[in-house]
């Protein structure tokens, strides 16, 4: 699907996965209005704020936050040059006004946003996807991006604290890889929050869903 040569992320929907079907199998298989509910609520776009959405796919949170608080600036960052296509017509149709960068979230955006100076990033579905290493750089990365006192919010699956979600969240494991996604099972964001450097770095709450539980966590940088 991506173009890019070798990634080290399993690209949305797996190696052969089609990203034209991303937007409803992301509806279908993770009650994606719930999750994506809470975490708007988490956090609490305010107007003047400059908020990164960190892989943002086909820029359905990014859409949804801009239009719920026009007045921010919004960046969406996502390293598909495919999938940016697909985000920038959802973005015209919804009449948002977001910044498209192709990029990992590292310092290639350096140019686009200062280090230091984002009010709050938000990370979606996207580090279940990722080798341990990719997850702690791009932790890292967010937390240099950061202003003091500025949030990050992740919305993505987490610790499944029942067989019943272990067994949904086997769907994604297979889809995505068991090595990748076995941190993630474990619950062990949190713990690669306050290793990049954040506080307070929490659970706030657990959407049960068809493939497995998504959790929101949040983190403050100091």
């Given amino acids: 699907m991506t173009k890019l040569p070798a990634p080290n992320y399993t690209p949305a929907l797996g190696p052969h996965g089609s990203i034209e079907l991303y937007d409803r199998a992301i509806a279908l298989l993770t009650r994606e ?12 776009p ?52 977001i910044e498209f960068v192709t990029a990992m979230g590292d310092k290639k955006i ?20 990722c080798p341990v290493s990719v997850k702690t750089s791009i932790l890292a990365n967010a937390f240099r991006l950061l202003k003091p006192g500025g949030e990050l919010l992740i919305a993505d699956y987490g610790r499944q ?9 086997n769907l994604v494991r297979l889809t995505d890889g068991y090595a990748d996604t ?4 474990d619950g062990r964001l949190p713990e690669f929050m306050r290793g990049a450097g954040f506080t307070h770095a929490k659970e706030q709450s657990v959407t049960l869903t068809p493939t497995g539980s998504i959790s929101i966590y949040s983190g403050t940088k100091p």
């Fill in 33 to 44: 209005k719930t999750w994506r509910a809470r975490l708007l609520v988490a956090l609490a």
């Fill in 182 to 185: 076995r941190a993630n099972k």
């Fill in 161 to 169: 604290r029942s067989i019943p979600m272990k067994l949904a969240f």
């Fill in 110 to 129: 350096d140019h686009i946003v200062r280090p230091g100076s984002a009010d709050k990033i938000l990370i979606s579905l996207v580090l279940h996807q």
């Fill in 46 to 97: 305010r107007g003047g704020e400059t908020i990164i959405d960190i892989g943002a796919g086909t820029a359905s949170m990014a859409c949804l936050i801009k239009t719920t608080q026009p007045g921010i600036r919004m960046i969406a960052i996502d390293p598909d040059p495919d999938i940016r296509t697909i985000a920038e017509a959802k973005a015209v149709r919804a009449g948002a006004a």
